[in-house]
């Protein structure tokens, strides 16, 4: 009788890796760079809620660089105590954009509390995304934080809806709300690098400005529409603090 060939036993392959979806999507900020070293810190983080994405997507970068352009050129314009004056008029802003998230983070608390709300009851969410940013100033780090503290607080709503705490439309008119108040301390920031360098152009020192902190050019369209929503807010927006006019004194010229 003839042997039958010895089959080889069948070989079991690794399981293929996932392919890359919307899940592991990555929003980059763009690293300012100029000729001088600076100290930056970089970090990767999550955002869980469309509303923080939506901000961090659109925003994000054009803010930190706004924040960095600002402060480049206030140097270049003007003396060290108006550029503190300035710098601080930017920080009590967002300061007070994190004061207003945080009451209502106790607000909806109280909510969470009296519905009994268990931490199983907290939804999950099924395309987060990861950013990675460079932080080159505190101003930058504290503008990060605020859109964190959005998407935290996105949760908090979508987590009262889900438990049938907040209806359709209260949770569509929280989320507009809080996403909106983000929105608008944008644009008074990037308002503020605007105004700057106009400034600088009228002293006549705009090629110097264009120099240390160049106007970057996928961002010349957004300026008009974003920062006009900053305009906007001086007048609408009555629990936010005003952006104040670029009132600063030029340097006197040496040499």
Known sequence: MAKQPQ???????PPRAPKADNNTAVIKMTAARSRYSRPVINRRFPLYSFQA???AEKLLDRVAYSLFSSEVILQILAEREQVDELESIIADDVANSHDNLDREFARLRELMKDADIQEQDTPSYT?????????????VAR???LIQKLDRLMGMIDCLWMNGVLDNKQRMNATY???????????RIINIENRARKAAKSSGRDSEVDQEAPRKAEHAGADTSIASEGEESEESDSD????????VTPKTATG
Not at 177 to 187: C, D, E, F, I, T
């Open 127 to 139: 395309r987060p995304v990861q950013v990675e940013v460079e932080i080159s100033s505190p101003l």
């Open 143 to 145: 503008y990060i934080a």
């Open 240 to 247: 936010a603090s005003p952006a104040e006019p670029l009132a």
């Open 53 to 55: 994405q939506n901000v």
């Open 177 to 187: 709300q809080w996403q909106r108040h983000v929105n608008k301390l944008s644009g």
């Open 7 to 13: 089959q080889k036993p069948k070989q079991t392959r």
